[in-house]
């Protein structure tokens, strides 16, 4: 089959999808093509993750859509090489298609969030740092700087310890509790008198981040620096984290603005962030 009846035979499959039958989710897009995009995307997105694919039966159950609607737009996709079959038993997964289009996405998160950390700094009046996650570690990989004669400022490509700093707090509140003590085994060095030096009594101040997706460095890393922040991923699944250091003769006055101004800087970002 030449590549252009390959592509007739797909478009054909998905035009007869738009006027298939309609499951729960149909919906607003009923009998357009925006409909069959959709599901499609719903399809691609049930397979992320499943190394061995799925079958027809267990990507209908995810995306709640007929089998017989599944079936058409899996062989169209299937036709176009962003699906393959995984196994004699009728199992997909994502195919070479798809992943050489994953592969030319250059996605520059700090790029994308800079605006963010700019608003974030005319706020606070402080400065304002973004790391991600590598490894055990927070790396800092941009920064704006505050105007004060007293500020917090670390070099960008400098390394944190996640136990003992605000963005390394606010990225292990995002992961699973054994993956935090794989991380931290043996990592818990005393770096001041508040540092937390116990994983469990760390878990169970994660488990409070994780309601308020705020994290809070009270001289836990320097003496003398306070910092609060937030953490997110970014669609490739990456771990960043936006902070805020600050000198501790500030700390007090200023904490509930930086909270506020955090909160408000993920209510704007994450929404661009979505899958």
């Known amino acids: 089959m030449t590549k252009t009846a390959s592509t007739g035979k797909a478009t054909a499959a998905l035009k007869l999808d738009a006027?298939?039958?309609?499951?729960?989710?149909?919906?607003?897009?009923?009998g357009s093509g925006i409909q069959?995009?959709?599901?499609?995307?719903?399809?691609?997105?049930?397979?992320?993750?499943?190394k061995d694919g799925l079958s027809l039966?267990?990507?209908?159950?995810?995306?709640?859509?007929?089998?017989?609607t599944i079936q058409r737009i899996v062989n169209a996709l299937t036709e176009e090489n962003l699906l393959i079959r995984a196994t004699p038993n009728a199992r997909v997964k994502l195919g070479p298609s798809i992943l050489r289009l994953a592969a030319n996405t250059d996605f520059d998160f700090a790029a994308h969030v800079r605006p963010h950390l700019e608003t974030l700094a005319q706020r606070t009046g402080?400065?304002?740092d973004?790391?991600?996650?590598r490894g055990d570690k927070m790396v800092f990989i941009d920064q704006i700087t505050a105007n004060h004669r007293l500020s917090a400022v670390s070099a960008v490509g400098k390394s944190f310890h996640m136990f003992s700093s605000?963005?390394?707090?606010?990225?292990?509140?995002?992961?699973?509790?054994?993956?935090?003590?794989?991380?931290?085994?043996g990592s818990l060095a005393k770096k001041t008198a508040n540092t937390i030096t116990n994983v469990s009594d760390l878990i169970t101040q994660l488990a409070k981040t994780r309601k308020t997706q705020i994290a809070i460095d009270n001289e836990e890393h320097t003496q003398g620096i306070c910092a609060i922040g937030t953490a997110f991923r970014d669609p490739?699944?990456?771990?960043f984290a936006v902070s805020v250091p600050?000198?501790?003769i500030r700390f007090v006055k200023s904490k509930k603005l930086i909270i506020q101004a955090l909160t408000d800087l993920r209510e704007n970002l994450l929404p661009s962030l979505a899958d």
């Open 19 to 30: 006027h298939a039958a309609k499951g729960p989710k149909a919906g607003r897009k009923s």
């Open 36 to 50: 069959v995009i959709a599901r499609a995307a719903s399809i691609l997105r049930s397979l992320e993750n499943e």
């Open 57 to 68: 039966g267990q990507i209908a159950n995810r995306v709640d859509l007929p089998r017989s």
């Open 126 to 128: 402080e400065t304002v």
């Open 130 to 133: 973004l790391s991600i996650q």
């Open 166 to 185: 605000a963005h390394g707090k606010a990225a292990l509140a995002l992961l699973e509790e054994d993956e935090i003590r794989r991380l931290l085994a």
């Open 236 to 239: 490739l699944g990456r771990v």
């Open 246 to 248: 600050v000198p501790t």
